[in-house]
């Protein structure tokens, strides 16, 4: 885990001492990477879209949460695909 369990817990406290209003997008952005880096990867998922949804299309922070979402979902349909036939 190393660093990325540093820069978790720091995207953590930085993210609650700004629970009055929306994250700083490029602080969310970082917070879900190191979700994933750090063992939660439902959780990176949920921030992505969290912040998917609030940034516009044209914003560079949205964009890459939106393409971070799509290769995630790739990913994870080609893990859940059908299963090879193994003829007999």
Same mark, same amino acid.
């Given at each position: *885990?190393?660093?990325?369990? +540093?820069?978790?817990? !720091? @995207?953590?406290?930085?993210?609650?001492?700004?629970?009055?209003?929306? #994250?700083?997008?490029?602080?969310?952005? *970082?917070?879900?990477?190191?979700?994933?880096? @750090?063992? +939660?990867?439902?959780?990176? /998922?949920?921030?992505?879209?969290?912040? !998917?949804?609030?940034?516009? %299309?044209? +914003? #560079?922070?949205?964009? %890459?949460?939106?393409? @971070? /979402?799509?290769?995630?979902?790739?990913?994870?349909?080609?893990?859940?695909?059908? /299963?090879?036939?193994?003829?007999?």
């Amino acid at each position: *885990m190393g660093r990325w369990g +540093d820069a978790r817990r !720091a @995207t953590e406290r930085a993210l609650a001492a700004a629970a009055a209003g929306p #994250p700083e997008p490029a602080l969310a952005l *970082m917070h879900a990477r190191a979700l994933a880096r @750090t063992g +939660d990867p439902a959780a990176r /998922i949920r921030a992505l879209e969290a912040l !998917a949804s609030r940034m516009g %299309e044209a +914003d #560079p922070v949205g964009r %890459e949460a939106r393409r @971070t /979402i799509s290769e995630l979902s790739a990913a994870r349909a080609r893990k859940s695909g059908p /299963i090879a036939r193994v003829n007999p």
